[in-house]
């Protein structure tokens, strides 16, 4: 057991001093707060776990991309740099901005072109782009709202997969907003925000792909 | 009592077979090489020297000495362009570089003395830092540093070391060695005195300088003073007039279709020296053009916007190798072109508290893949406008890094002019803004709406919280609309308004 952890140190001293070599910045590691002491309150650890995905899934005003820019603002709170890779294009920014959310620091990316596969593809640019900024390390934080309706499971996973070896590799905390009936992601905390009643209702989704979550 | 003013220190790098070095630079390795003029060989490789080639021998005799020499004409034109290339990189060490045609570039090497260091520790180290700026733009070049430009230049072209240093006052006896040909001497005045024996640059230091002044007027007294290691001529400053551009040929057509990694690396190398001729200016290329030659006509260009000014040719490979990659060409690649398209001033990083230089440097790498991707306006922040209309209630900005944080400190003494205050948000808006807005049909009864049809469905009304109207811009496109917060059954809240001009109701946002 010892021996294993002092293996585990030993390599990840080894990552450190690779990524000082090719200049990479340090990986970020802990928990990023949500903002929101309620939402913190149900999450493992009291807040999203950096270096993975956390899927926010919910119907079109379930409160979804509210959570999201209370996390991008805490993150920018920490001195950090914050993107939202807006699929659909309707992040409105004044509102962001009225929750917080420094504009200046929020880098907006919308990937307009549709590629050649039509609307069966629209989602690869955006998916491109966040696994861009996830793993270059240089952002705290990256909201995705990309639909994902177009691909279907076979095609999305390892997609996703891309994703999450790319919030790990930048130690970024990476937010999927989903709509109901998306593909599975294999996120490691899934917030499901439900708008039917009169307040959003959170529930702790664990993923059964996920170690983090117990 | 006047104290009579230091000669200016001055660094000569020259490239000898200057039009040789260039030829091979912008091409692969190749064997036998000659560059010719006239049906004369001027310069050769060591390969083709070996097997009995010699500058002067005619293409005939060259030919028949090693039977696989590959010929280059001459061309004066590229020659000084690449000179005038080098000078420009030269920039970044020194305010006052001239160019020396047909081979060397002068530096004022006079403020390097003012580091603080050992003098001669801080020339060396600016021959160091020559050296390594030639060998980025592919030359071989060799160095002098003496009292005046013509010491100077007389001792790299004709010493033949890789490095050669007059320490100050120096001057003549390091001279006084060479062949009279190091001083360059207009041909009637070389030819007198070589007539009368005068053979080395000592030499003519030697004789009476009233004699050659009476004999060959102000050129007799110029070279009498060279001689002696005084030559107090300014240096002329260089100041390159256009962006600039390398090119690279690709011998043997190497196609893209089935490898980019050529195309790749010749791209590496140009970026090295475009990056180095910029970084001289003090300039940072914001749009690079590769334009990539197809053989045997037509060519592709790829137009890469960057995420910030920038003389990171590292940071421009990565979108540069993106793009490579992703191209399907009709025919092979036979050169490449890379050009500054724009550039602007560096702007010193503001970094936040907590960021550090390898954060802003990721960063430039993966906005610079993104925007060759995705295209500029895809990446923006965005500054909150002061408009009544919800859709231009702002507006989209170039997203800087160094863009403060919140709780970042402007520094009083910076000088900079503080920024107006952005106009607070207003309350009460939807995180989403729906462009364009979708069409809602209201049903009630009384003038009570009671359910609202979105795409189709009916949804029933749980709250409505209203009017904020919100009108003007007569001036353009008047509007005025009636704005109504809503509690959608199934839906959520949503952002709906009422046209005053019609009546009709939109959906407008989603508070999401």
């Known amino acids: 057991m010892g021996a294993t952890t002092r293996q585990q140190e030993i390599l990840e001293e080894l990552r450190r001093q690779i990524r000082r070599l090719e200049h990479r910045p340090a990986r970020r590691e802990g928990l990023l ?139 970024t905390v990476a937010l999927l907003l989903c709509r109901p009936g998306a593909p599975t992601i294999p996120a490691a905390v899934r917030i499901d925000l439900d708008a039917v009643r009169l307040r959003p209702s959170l529930r702790i989704a664990p993923d059964e792909e996920s170690p983090h979550v117990a | 009592m006047s104290r009579e003013r230091a000669p200016p220190r001055v660094l000569a790098i020259a490239v000898p077979d200057l039009p040789l070095q260039r030829s091979l630079r912008s091409r692969p390795p190749a064997g036998a090489l000659a560059v010719v003029s006239e049906g004369l060989v001027l310069h050769v490789v060591a390969v083709a020297r070996a097997a009995g080639v010699r500058p002067g021998d005619s293409l005939v005799q060259a030919r028949a000495a090693c039977a696989g020499l590959e010929v280059v004409p001459l061309d004066a034109a590229a020659d000084r362009a690449a000179l005038c290339a080098l000078a420009e990189a030269l920039l970044s060490l020194s305010p006052a570089v001239e160019v020396s045609p047909p081979d060397a570039v002068l530096l004022d090497a006079t403020g390097a003395r003012l580091s603080g260091a050992d003098p001669a520790e801080a020339e060396r180290e600016l021959a160091n830092g020559a050296l390594r700026l030639c060998a980025a733009m592919g030359f071989e070049g060799r160095i002098a540093v003496a009292d005046g430009k013509g010491v100077a230049l007389a001792l790299a072209r004709h010493t033949g070391r890789e490095r050669t240093r007059a320490a100050p006052g120096e001057g003549a006896r390091v001279l006084s060695s060479l062949p009279l040909a190091a001083l360059e001497l207009p041909a009637g005045m070389a030819g007198w005195l070589a007539a009368v024996g005068v053979e080395s640059v000592g030499a003519l230091a030697a004789l009476p300088a009233e004699g050659l002044a009476q004999r060959f007027g102000a ?46 690396f010749a791209a590496k190398r140009l970026a090295d020296r475009v990056a180095a001729r910029l970084a001289g200016r003090g300039l940072g290329a914001s749009r690079l053009r590769l334009t990539l030659r197809l053989d045997p006509r037509g060519e592709e260009r790829l137009d890469l916007p960057l995420a910030r000014p920038s003389t990171d040719a590292a940071a421009w490979l990565v979108p540069l190798r993106e793009r490579i990659s992703g191209l399907r060409l009709p025919a092979p690649v036979r050169a490449l072109d890379l050009a500054v398209v724009e550039a602007a001033e560096v702007p010193a990083e503001q970094l936040a508290v907590g960021d550090r230089p390898e954060v802003a440097r990721a960063l430039e790498v993966a906005l610079s893949r993104l925007s060759a991707r995705l295209g500029e306006r895809s990446l923006f922040a965005a500054e909150a406008a002061d408009r009544h209309r919800p859709e231009m209630a702002y507006r989209a900005t170039p997203f800087r890094s160094g863009a403060p944080p919140a709780t970042a400190m402007r520094h009083p003494a910076s000088g900079a002019k503080p920024l107006p205050p952005a106009p607070d948000p207003p309350p009460g808006r939807p995180t989403r803004l729906l462009d364009p807005p979708r069409p809602v049909v209201a049903t009630g009864e009384g003038g009570r709406i009671s359910t609202l049809r979105i795409d189709g469905v009916p949804r029933a009304v749980l709250s409505l919280v209203g009017p904020e109207r919100l009108a003007g811009e007569w001036w353009h496109e008047p509007f005025e609309r009636d704005y109504y917060r809503v509690r959608l059954e199934g839906l959520g809240e949503a952002w709906i308004y009422r046209d005053g001009r019609d009546g009709r109701l939109w959906l407008h946002g989603l508070f999401d």
């Open chain 2, 219 to 264: 050129a007799g007294a110029a070279a009498a003073r060279l001689a002696r290691g005084i030559d107090p001529r300014p240096l002329v400053p260089f100041a390159p007039e256009t962006f600039p551009h390398e090119e690279w040929d690709l011998e043997g057509e190497v196609g893209v279709l089935s490898s980019a990694e050529p195309v790749i």
């Open chain 1, 33 to 171: 707060s949500c903002g929101r002491p309620e939402v913190d309150a149900l999450l493992p650890g009291g807040g999203f776990p950096r270096g993975s995905l956390c899927e926010l899934r919910g119907g079109p005003a379930s409160g979804k991309t509210g959570l999201a820019l209370a996390a991008l603002c805490q993150a920018q709170s920490e001195g950090g740099l914050a993107a939202f890779v807006d699929g659909p294009g309707e992040l409105y920014p004044p509102a962001a901005s009225s929750l917080g959310v420094n504009l200046s620091r929020l880098l907006f990316v919308r990937p307009g072109h549709i590629p050649r596969g039509g609307a069966r593809d629209a989602a690869l640019p955006g998916l491109w782009a966040a696994e861009v900024l996830l793993g270059s390390g240089a952002f705290s934080a990256v909201a995705v709202d990309v639909s994902l309706s177009g691909l279907s499971s076979a095609r999305a996973e390892p997609l996703l997969r891309r994703l999450r070896t790319a919030a790990e590799k930048g130690g």
